[in-house]
Structure formats: structure tokens, C-alpha cells
């Protein structure tokens, strides 16, 4: 699948912008701070809904406009061609549009596009907080499945209702346990343990993948290894994976164990919120031990798993993001990237100059000018 055209309104630095895009490479160069980044994370945006640089929606919009729109349209092999809208407003929230028709979930939403991107913060997958690996998961397996965006969504408003209901018993205890509290945790149960399961598959999935692309970038000198700690335990991590319904019940006796904790904390402390990946090389973490280069490394190979696991799930490749990685990556790791770049029908790839980029990938890519918040063809 390719970004055909690209129009935003007042987005980041971009006061007003439309242009068409080919397949291949396309070259954004620019010096920093002109809007590099801006462009490719509209496209991400249209995506997934949501900023690549985890930003909350309102910092996307210009500097003193009240709304901001981003639209595409998107050509795909497998699946018709589909014209895609995200509107934010400070006001207003955020809308999201498929070929005109507001969409009122974003499962409606999400998927349409499939894009991977690499920039500068993604190594916060790796040494960030626990948080930051969730949200990788999530962002991920949304782009593959629609129901599982639902999940997310539905888990975290059961998730919101039961700990309210946990803060009415921590500030006045004498009148107890509301009934209802027992029938949020039958939600908060079923609806994390098929999170809890999506979250394993997709981990084993991509790991299968990235070992191998860590071994490659490595030369053999390292292994990378993915530890999943969910709230319950699924067994050591060479084992098959459970049913949902086992899933459910380890995390039905993790509630149980923790519930007097909870009532006195006012908060949930089981389920996907609270889960933790550790990522390991020669099976030390990476987040504790690992050098800043072998970080990057490993948030490479997983960018790289995950764009053939999309494209292997999904049936065409998506579009990859790379931003300014050039500038961070040495010789064999960026020969990696460029080989990665056969893999993508699009790839939009931005450095500051464009003599930072091999002439290998610059050979017949799209080059375009950045200044300001302009994009100008130069060829």
C-alpha cells in the first residue's frame, strides 16, 4: 500500500499543504525544526489515530489555530483504495473520517493504513517505562486487528468505572464493597484475558522475526529475547500459550489475591495495565544493562520484524517511516535499513541533507525540500 496524496491544515508547522506522492523512496531533507518529522508523523497519525511521538492530540495542532486536519488518500492491492480524514480540535476532540463518512470508533478506523516508522524516540520501547513498551503493543496490534481496538477500548472504560468504585471504598470503608464492584471485575477478567493472550501471540510472533533480524545486525554476537509479564503469569515462556479461558482464570485468582491491597490503594492493580515486557541480549536486560548502541540496535530489529510481520499478516507491505535514521545508525546497520527498503512499496525517509543518505537509496526516490512548513519537489 502507498500515501498517493497527502493534505494537511494547520498541523504542526504546516499552515496548508497538498501533495502527491510515487512509490519507492521519497526523500524529505530539511534542516531540523522545519518539519521533517511534522510530515511523517501526519502519516502515522492516519494510521493509527494517534501521534508516533506520543504526544497527546491538541500538540498537533499549529500554534494558536483551534482545529487541525490531516488527510490522505491510500492505494492498496488486497483491499479497494480508501480516502482517510483525522480532524482535532482543542474544543471539539478528534473526528476520523473514511472515504467522507465519519467513523464513530476508531476500529473503523485504525487498520486502513498500516505504517511503521523508526525515529529518534522509538528507543524509549527499549529503556523507557513500562508504559511505553504497552503502548508500542497496543499501536501495533491495532494496525493487524480492529477487534482488538475495540478490547482496548471497552477495557478501559470497565478499567475506569471499577477503580472509581475502588476509591468510593478506600475513602469511606464503613459502607464496604459496592455488588457492582463484583461485576466490574467479571469485565475487567474476560476483557484483560484477551488482551493479556493478543498481547503473547503478537509478542511470540515478532520475536520469531526480530531474533533473527537482531542476529543479522549483529553478526551473530548477540541474541535478542522478549520476556512477557503479564498481571498473570502464563507459564514459562517456552511454553505453548494457554486458552483465554486459562488466562481469565489465573487473573481471576490474581484479583482475588489482591483485593484487600486494591480497596486500600484505590486503584486496579491487575490486568493489561499493568504489564511489562522485558526485552534481554545474551539474557541481561537491555533497559538496565544494554549499551545506548545496542538499544538502538534492538528497537531496530524490532521495527524491522514488525514491518514484515504486517506485511506478512496483512498481505501487502505497509508504509515505513524513517526519520533521520541515517544520522544514528553505523554502516551495517544502515545497510540493514536499505535492504529493508525493498521490502516497503513507500518508504518516506528524512535526513538534513540529502548527501546523508547513500546513493544507493537515493537512486530514483522522489526528493522533496522542507522549509518552514513548504515541501517544494525538487525532482
Not at 3 to 25: H, I
Not at 105 to 132: M, Y
Not at 147 to 159: A, E, F, I, P
Amino acid at each position: 500500500m502507498l500515501v498517493s496524496s497527502l493534505s494537511l491544515r494547520q498541523f504542526r508547522n504546516y499552515p496548508a499543504l497538498d501533495q502527491s506522492f510515487e512509490p519507492g523512496v521519497n526523500l524529505i531533507v530539511g534542516a531540523n525544526g522545519n518539519g521533517k518529522t511534522n510530515l511523517l508523523e501526519s502519516i502515522y497519525l492516519l494510521a493509527t489515530s494517534k501521534s508516533m511521538r506520543g504526544v497527546r492530540d491538541h500538540e498537533m495542532i499549529q500554534w494558536q489555530a483551534a482545529a487541525a486536519v490531516a488527510s490522505g488518500t491510500v492505494r492498496r492491492q488486497v483491499r479497494p483504495d480508501v480516502t482517510l480524514e483525522v480532524g482535532l480540535s482543542r474544543t471539539a476532540g478528534k473526528t476520523l473520517s473514511v472515504n467522507g463518512q465519519t467513523q464513530p470508533r476508531v476500529t473503523e478506523f485504525v487498520g486502513a493504513l498500516q505504517a511503521v516508522s523508526f525515529c529518534a524516540a522509538d528507543i524509549n520501547i527499549i529503556r523507557g517505562e513500562p508504559e511505553k513498551r504497552r503502548r508500542f503493543l497496543d499501536l501495533e496490534i491495532s494496525q493487524m486487528s480492529p477487534r482488538y481496538c475495540l478490547l482496548l477500548g471497552r477495557y478501559r472504560r470497565v478499567l475506569e468505572q471499577r477503580n472509581q468504585l475502588l476509591r468510593g471504598v478506600r475513602e469511606q470503608p464503613r459502607r464496604g464493597r459496592p455488588d457492582s464492584l463484583a461485576v466490574w471485575t467479571e469485565q475487567l477478567v474476560a476483557l484483560g484475558g484477551a488482551i493479556t493472550l493478543k498481547r503473547a501471540e503478537f509478542i511470540r510472533d515478532l520475536m520469531e522475526l526480530a531474533q533473527d533480524r537482531h542476529a543479522r545486525l549483529t553478526d551473530d554476537g548477540e541474541a535478542l529475547r522478549a520476556a512477557y509479564r503479564p498481571s498473570a503469569r502464563l507459564g514459562d515462556d517456552e511454553d505453548p500459550l494457554p486458552s483465554v479461558e486459562r488466562v481469565c482464570e489465573l487473573m481471576h485468582v490474581q484479583v482475588a489475591d489482591r483485593l484487600e491491597d486494591e480497596c486500600l490503594r484505590g486503584v486496579s492493580l491487575v490486568g493489561p495495565h499493568r504489564d511489562e515486557v522485558l526485552f534481554l541480549i545474551n539474557g541481561e536486560s537491555v533497559r538496565r544493562f544494554g549499551s545506548q548502541g545496542q538499544q538502538r540496535t534492538a528497537t531496530l530489529s524490532l521495527k524491522l520484524a514488525e514491518l514484515q510481520l504486517l506485511r506478512e499478516a496483512g498481505g501487502e507491505s505497509p508504509v515505513l517511516l524513517l526519520d533521520d535514521v541515517f544520522s544514528e545508525l553505523d554502516e551495517q546497520r544502515r545497510a540493514q535499513v536499505l535492504e529493508s527498503l525493498g521490502e516497503a512499496e513507500q518508504t518516506f525517509l528524512s535526513a538534513t541533507e540529502a548527501g546523508l543518505v547513500s546513493e544507493q537509496a537515493r537512486r530514483g526516490a522522489g526528493v522533496f525540500r522542507v522549509t518552514n512548513g513548504t515541501l517544494e519537489a525538487v525532482r
